[in-house]
């Protein structure tokens, strides 16, 4: 079997799972080709560049520039040859296609070119199975793929990451303040209200324009939300996967309802997570990112790549305050101008770390592991937390309870800072064993969540045209 995976990065979350379920499948004895916007994929994955070579649109608007007379014409035609010429020039594509999405609030319907260059090199790779996952990020045209896709008979699979597939716009809406009821044509509520649910019917005064994918000016959440509805619906041959009941369950409120949706947990690496054993390493790890000097104080630790609005910075820095001086509160992952904003006596900040070992170091050395998010579609440092024998908290929150049990840790209302230092306490105090936080790890243990995967492309296609008409044809052969 021949399979193309798409996704916009090769590293990352997302990016490492395309990776992965590249290298199981080359290990079964399937082919695999991975189609990525940004990052490079490892050496041993045959993988495909989109966009890399899209300098197209670049040469024409230089030439449209270079025929004007003006100052800024001729420095921007000058400043466009610049780019063409540079080492830049790779990202041209991503690089347009940002500008045009932030002024236009379309993003998705440019990279027109890089597109059907992707659908070339799919013709030429023939897959018997596609498997997309985030296909926003500045770096597809959709129509052109989705037309692509419609044209095939063969097997789709599609990995919803997060919600922006059924939405005009956003890619989390809980969060959302003030969104007006779809029939309403006021602009706000009179009452405050949290969290949107104009994409059941269809979207349009959308009150997170400015999120990702930001538009700067225009709302067209609602031409985006009908247009995505007639290209994603109708694709013979597709299945939907979400990492957690959760975000299936808000897919079977969509327009994509229609489709068969699995719920397929992410993986963790449980060689790569795991409890550290060495005493000196975490002395040196604990130096490292100054948590050497917190004595005999209780550890809560949180970690996130981002420490964006929805991750709960915030509520980080109230529960240090409740808890007091016995417990030192640290934030892993912040860049250096939220370090030097945070409060005194307050919240640790700790810079982000690129090593697994140094991570495993400091979920290993916390009394508690702690996530103040409140938009997660599964909430993987829960699991990284727990793979290293920590117990765990979070907010009754989206998909983050469905990975926290009794045995392991505990769950509170959302945005009850008082409720999280009480949980705190009760669980340096009376800590859950070690055992069961490894033991619920294991549930999410990456070689048998990447299997699913496998068993379910190959279920895919033994039940595809494809696999009816190599069937048909050795049987052919074969009575000759």
Request: hydrophobic share 40%; charged share 25%; glycine share 6%.
């Amino acid at each position: 079997m021949r399979i193309a995976q798409i996704n916009v990065v090769s590293s990352f979350s997302t990016g490492r799972i395309a990776v992965q379920l590249c290298r199981l499948a080359n290990a079964a004895g399937h082919k695999t080709l991975l189609c990525h916007s940004r990052d490079h994929a490892p050496s041993d994955i045959a993988s495909y560049r989109v966009g890399s070579r899209d300098h197209a649109l670049i040469r024409r608007m230089q030439a449209w520039f270079a025929r004007r007379s003006n100052l800024f014409c001729r420095l921007a035609a000058g400043a466009l040859g610049k780019l063409c010429s540079s080492r830049l020039s790779v990202m041209a594509n991503t690089y347009l296609h940002i500008a045009l999405a932030r002024l236009t609030d379309r993003a998705g319907f440019f990279s027109r070119g890089a597109t059907r260059r992707l659908v070339r090199q799919l013709r030429r790779f023939k897959p018997d199975l596609i498997h997309l996952h985030n296909l926003h990020g500045y770096y597809l045209h959709l129509p052109t793929l989705f037309k692509y896709l419609k044209e095939q008979d063969i097997p789709v699979v599609w990995t919803l990451h997060d919600c922006w597939a059924y939405t005009g716009h956003c890619a989390y809406y809980t969060m959302a303040k003030n969104a007006p009821p779809l029939e309403s044509k006021r602009r706000r509520a009179q009452q405050e209200t949290v969290g949107c649910d104009r994409w059941t019917a269809g979207c349009g005064k959308c009150v997170l324009k400015r999120s990702y994918p930001a538009s700067l000016w225009r709302d067209q959440s609602a031409r985006n939300w009908q247009q995505k509805r007639e290209m994603f619906c109708g694709v013979p041959h597709m299945v939907l996967t979400t990492p957690s009941e959760w975000l299936r369950d808000e897919v079977l409120r969509s327009f994509l309802k229609n489709y068969p949706v699995y719920a397929l947990p992410n993986g963790v690496d449980l060689s790569v997570f795991t409890p550290c054993a060495d005493g000196r390493y975490m002395e040196d790890v604990a130096r490292s990112y100054g948590l050497d000097g917190i004595g005999e104080r209780r550890l809560v630790l949180s970690v996130a790549a981002v420490w964006d609005e929805r991750k709960g910075l915030d509520d980080l820095i109230e529960l240090a305050e409740k808890l007091g001086p016995e417990y030192c509160v640290a934030a892993v992952g912040l860049d250096e101008y939220q370090i030097a904003a945070l409060p005194k006596n307050t919240v640790m900040g700790v810079r982000r770390t690129g090593n697994v070992n140094d991570l495993c170091a400091l979920y290993t050395a916390a009394d508690v592991y702690v996530s103040t998010s409140r938009e997660e579609t599964m909430g993987m440092t829960l699991v990284e937390a727990l793979a290293c024998g920590t117990q765990v908290i979070c907010y009754d929150a989206t998909a983050m309870p469905e990975i926290v049990t009794v045995d392991v840790g505990e769950v509170v209302p959302v945005g009850d800072t008082d409720a999280l230092a009480e949980a705190v306490r009760r669980l340096c105090d009376n800590p859950k064993s070690d055992a069961d936080c490894l033991s619920r790890a294991e549930d999410y243990e990456s070689g048998q969540r990447f299997q699913a995967y496998i068993r379910l492309y190959e279920n895919m296609y033994r039940h595809s045209p494809a696999y009816q008409d190599a069937l048909e044809k050795a049987a052919y052969t074969d009575d000759e």
